[in-house]
């Protein structure tokens, strides 16, 4: 998985969101990117799940077969892919390169296995793990957000306790943010980021 190609357009440092589904990894990264919007750029996953209600294609992920996305990863187009609650998902090298050619901040959104895979690169992000408060809460809001089917929920809260498991090996991330209050969460990721941030806008201001 060792893999320079992200590497060599090297400039600001990545950045991880892991954490379980429904824990707020979308609803925190969008606020980021609303208010930090030439500051930070998505790298857009391929997957072959389908598409929920509002979301775009090559904005939200590249929607694909599974034909299509096992030919590209033997193809050896992906940095890291994993399969999650039965559907494939990867981040493309295009999907980084893309965001780090403009000098903005690559956000990863990705599951554990993920992360697992990103370890053995060059990319060498800032990793940070969305927490929910509790499984109880968890299961609520993916019940409230009403995108699963009850198979798909069920396979989501088996990986969310594995996950939450995962996020307590010593070393795994970087800094861990309990998902309770929205505002609370949202104001830590940005103090973990701040510095990050400033050093974009910085460089943005003297060219
Ligand atoms: N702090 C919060 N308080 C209450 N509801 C929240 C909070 N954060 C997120 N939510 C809601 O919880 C649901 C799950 O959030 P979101 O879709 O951002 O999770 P996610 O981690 O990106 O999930 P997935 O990995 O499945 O994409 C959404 O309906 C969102 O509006
Ligand atoms: N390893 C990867 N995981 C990814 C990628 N893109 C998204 N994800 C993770 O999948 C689950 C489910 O996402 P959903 O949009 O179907 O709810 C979630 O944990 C994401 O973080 C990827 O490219 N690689």
Same mark, same amino acid.
């Given at each position: 998985?060792?893999?320079?190609?992200?590497?060599?357009?090297?400039?600001?440092?990545?950045?991880?969101?892991?954490?379980?589904?429904?824990?707020?990894?979308?609803?925190?990264?969008?606020?980021?990117?609303?208010?930090?919007?030439?500051?930070?750029?998505?790298?857009?996953?391929?997957?072959?799940?389908?598409?929920?209600?509002?979301?775009?294609?090559?904005?939200?992920?590249?929607?694909?077969?599974?034909?299509?996305?096992?030919?590209?990863? /033997?193809?050896?187009?992906?940095?890291?892919?994993?399969?999650?609650?039965?559907?494939?998902?990867?981040?493309?090298?295009?999907?980084?390169?893309?965001?780090?050619?403009?000098? #903005?901040?690559?956000?990863?959104?990705?599951?554990?296995?993920?992360?697992?895979?990103?370890?053995?690169?060059?990319?060498?992000?800032?990793?940070?793990?969305?927490?929910?408060?509790?499984?109880?809460? #968890?299961?609520?809001?993916?019940?409230?957000?009403?995108?699963?089917?009850?198979?798909?929920?069920?396979?989501?809260?088996?990986?969310?306790?594995? /996950?939450?498991?995962?996020?307590?090996?010593?070393?795994?991330? /970087?800094?861990?943010?309990?998902?309770?209050? #929205?505002? /609370?969460?949202?104001?830590?990721?940005?103090?973990?980021?701040?510095?990050?941030?400033?050093?974009?806008?910085?460089?943005?201001?003297?060219?």
């Amino acid at each position: 998985m060792r893999d320079a190609t992200t590497k060599a357009m090297a400039g600001p440092r990545p950045v991880v969101l892991s954490g379980p589904s429904g824990a707020g990894k979308s609803t925190l990264l969008k606020k980021l990117m609303k208010e930090y919007d030439s500051v930070f750029g998505f790298s857009v996953s391929h997957t072959t799940r389908n598409p929920r209600p509002g979301e775009e294609n090559g904005k939200d992920y590249h929607y694909v077969t599974r034909e299509v996305m096992q030919a590209r990863i /033997d193809n050896g187009e992906f940095i890291e892919n994993a399969v999650f609650s039965g559907n494939m998902y990867g981040t493309s090298k295009a999907a980084v390169q893309d965001v780090q050619a403009k000098n #903005l901040i690559c956000i990863l959104d990705i599951d554990m296995q993920g992360v697992r895979n990103i370890k053995r690169t060059d990319l060498s992000p800032i990793y940070i793990s969305i927490q929910p408060p509790s499984m109880a809460v #968890l299961e609520k809001r993916l019940r409230d957000r009403k995108t699963e089917s009850e198979e798909s929920l069920q396979k989501r809260l088996h990986a969310a306790k594995v /996950d939450m498991e995962f996020s307590k090996e010593p070393g795994m991330f /970087d800094v861990i943010i309990i998902n309770e209050d #929205l505002e /609370d969460a949202y104001g830590k990721l940005k103090e973990t980021l701040i510095e990050e941030i400033n050093k974009v806008k910085k460089v943005g201001m003297s060219s």
